[in-house]
């Protein structure tokens, strides 16, 4: 198993900035991809960003310009910077990480944007 533990999510205003993280461990083979993902009640959970072994980022259209995905390789960490923020930010935001072919989520973090 491996586990993931987002921090870092709380409330901004509208336009303000907030830096996410999430700590992998455990019984980690080898990280092929890492991503964020969100989720708000009664909707699916979409994807927001994904970084590939090779650095490549891809983000949701929503996002796009505004969130950028970094990753630590040596400290099993990756980060959303998330930029001029807007209340459909709003949502728990979850980490993931493809582990030798096994996918796995962390238990989420809020993110509230209101003024």
């Known amino acids: 198993q491996v586990q993931l533990v987002e921090s870092g999510g709380g409330l901004v205003q509208p336009g303000g900035s907030l830096r996410l993280s999430c700590t992998m461990s455990?019984?980690?083979?080898?990280?092929?991809?890492m991503g964020w993902g969100r989720q708000v009640p009664g909707n699916e959970r979409e994807l927001v960003a994904h970084?590939?072994?090779?650095?490549?980022?891809i983000y949701a259209d929503s996002v796009k310009g505004r969130f950028t995905i970094s990753r630590d390789n040596v400290k099993n960490m990756v980060y959303l910077q998330m930029n001029s923020v807007n209340p459909d930010d709003t949502a728990v935001y979850y980490c993931?990480?493809?582990?030798?072919?096994?996918?796995?989520w962390g238990q989420g973090t809020q993110v509230t944007v209101s003024s």
């Open positions: 993931y990480v493809d582990d030798n072919g096994r996918d796995y």
């Open positions: 455990g019984n980690i083979i080898a990280i092929r991809y």
């Open positions: 970084i590939t072994g090779e650095n490549r980022e």
